[in-house]
């Protein structure tokens, strides 16, 4: 509530600034400005085709980035030679910039689809393969044993301890990878491209149209705020588990009187 | 038969000797309890009856068969009360009946009687984050009972607990094996305890290459209230006895003592 009101009071005053000019509105134009920008994009439909282009290319990223990362993830974390190699080729590149590879990809794939794709997979890739290698080396031994000696097999463990670890992992990187792959397809677009929200935000930069240029970003973050809040409660659904996304009405949990011996029984 | 015999086991990691020729038995439905200074060895030779350590020498055989690996006849409760925490209480007890063929619906009915038994009634849909430490060592020791053992391993198995919970879970623990006759070698740092819950009880040496040193019988009869019988005339001495023959052990560990 406090912050809702901070965000109407900076809308506030920022609308005031600029319509009394403190601030130059070429530069910082008025909230009001921005959202009759977003409004006329929304009403010609024109935005549309960007916005479906980029959100493709994020949700392909995303997915075979997933995909491919998990799977090297798993085949890391249980194959110790595969580890060797791909250990230290994914923390070099979770160390630097991923993003410099993107002019690259413009010379390998060309200025379509499939290099702003490419970005993006790499970049969740990444996130994923860590997610699931630390995932399964994090297993707790005693859960393992656990189950091992309660007659579980091979299977039983995998199915009861790795798998419901491994995705607890796995939902909290899917929360980072959510934002990645947007970012892989807006700066591929950025780089090099003839649709999407990259190119319109590119080409609003270089026609110095701060107003179309806040609108863009407006609706880039409205995307990427809509995805973190579904996938948050993806993940509060699934790691119900855990202490902290406790339901609320099981708190404080009071011990029951338990199986005290009656007096008479005792002496 | 014996429920659990060991013989000549030794144990080493590299070049330490961790156990050497330890021998012991416990027959059928017998309690006993396993004593000796901290780091002498105590849980690993648990972890050898138990089939997760395989030992460098020496034998060991669990009803007459020699043991390979965790068996279904043999429970397990250890100080770390790892329940899964991603099952509810009764998907936690009800797991070793899955395991053992019974459908979900069965294991969960039969799970829920478990937990009525340990106290729990009405706690089933509770996750191990939301049972205090207590509650969680009774899941724990429903699902290891649910299991239906006849040989019971138990390393410190309430060492976290405080000692109002504590006395109330061996009071359970007792009447439940004591009924359903199965051999329990319990392994612990408190005299008292192991001398109210078993049978014999038994002082391991200080290691290197730890060994059985003593064996006391404990005169007390089951069924018995593991409370009262600190009460009882022989109960002191007992404890006095089991001391010197533990503190004898723990001074070779180079701890100065007085008196």
Not at chain 1, 190 to 215: E, K, R
Not at chain 2, 154 to 165: L, Q, T, Y
Not at chain 2, 212 to 219: D, N, Q, W, Y
Request: charged fraction near 20%; charge should be positive; aromatic fraction near 8%.
């Amino acid at each position: 509530m406090t912050r809702l009101a901070a965000l109407v009071a900076l809308l506030v005053s920022w609308e005031l600034a600029s319509r009394a000019r403190w601030v130059d509105p070429f530069l910082l134009p008025a909230p009001s400005a921005v959202g009759s920008v977003l409004y006329e994009l929304a009403r010609t439909g024109h935005v549309w085709v960007h916005f479906r282009v980029t959100v493709w290319e994020a949700v392909a990223g995303l997915v075979l980035g997933t995909a491919v990362g998990a799977v090297l993830g798993l085949a890391s974390a249980t194959f110790r030679p595969l580890a060797e190699v791909v250990e230290p080729a994914m923390a070099l590149l979770n160390a630097v910039p991923r993003v410099i590879l993107a002019p690259l990809f413009v010379i390998w794939l060309g200025i379509g689809v499939a290099s702003k794709v490419a970005l993006s997979f790499l970049l969740v890739m990444v996130v994923m393969f860590f997610a699931t290698y630390t995932g399964v080396r994090e297993v707790d031994p005693r859960l393992v044993e656990r189950v091992r000696t309660l007659g579980g097999g091979r299977r039983d463990v995998v199915r009861e301890v790795y798998v419901p670890s491994v995705s607890a992992w796995v939902a909290s990187g899917l929360k980072v990878a959510v934002g990645f792959a947007f970012t892989g397809a807006v700066v591929g677009e950025f780089v090099a491209s003839s649709q999407g929200l990259g190119y319109l935000l590119s080409f609003a930069q270089s026609t110095y149209n701060a107003a179309l240029t806040l609108a863009l970003i407006a609706l880039v973050v409205a995307v990427i705020l809509l995805l973190f809040w579904g996938f948050g409660r993806l993940e509060r659904w699934w790691l119900r588990w855990k202490p902290e996304y406790r339901r609320r009405r099981r708190q404080p949990v009071p011990v029951p009187a338990g199986r005290l011996p009656e007096p008479a029984e005792q002496l | 038969m014996r429920a659990l015999q060991v013989c000549g086991l030794g144990v080493r990691y590299g070049q330490h000797r961790v156990l050497e020729e330890v021998d012991l038995e416990l027959a059928e439905g017998e309690f006993v309890g396993l004593v000796g200074p901290s780091g002498c060895g105590k849980s690993t030779l648990l972890r050898c009856a138990a089939g997760l350590l395989r030992p460098d020498r020496g034998q060991v055989t669990v009803f007459g068969r020699p043991i390979a690996g965790p068996s279904p006849e043999v429970g397990i409760l250890f100080q770390d009360d790892a329940l899964l925490p991603w099952r509810t209480a009764r998907e936690n007890v009800a797991l070793p009946l899955r395991l053992r063929g019974l459908s979900g619906r069965e294991a969960r009915q039969e799970a829920e009687v478990w937990l009525r038994r340990v106290g729990l009634e009405g706690y089933g849909d509770h996750y191990p984050a939301e049972l205090s430490g207590g509650m969680r060592k009774r899941v724990a020791l429903a699902q290891v009972l649910a299991a239906q053992p006849r040989l019971l391993l138990m390393d410190e198995p309430f060492a976290s607990v405080d000692a109002i919970v504590r006395h109330l879970l061996e009071v359970d623990l007792l009447r439940f094996v004591t009924e359903a006759g199965i051999a329990v070698l319990l392994v612990t740092h408190d005299l008292e305890e192991a001398i109210s819950l078993s049978d014999r009880v038994m002082v391991m040496s200080a290691g290197p290459a730890a060994r059985i040193v003593g064996v006391h019988a404990v005169p007390f009869r089951r069924p018995r209230d593991p409370v009262a019988v600190r009460a009882e005339p022989g109960f002191g001495p007992l404890v006095e006895a089991v001391w010197r023959a533990l503190r004898a052990e723990v001074a070779r560990m180079g701890w100065e003592l007085t008196a």
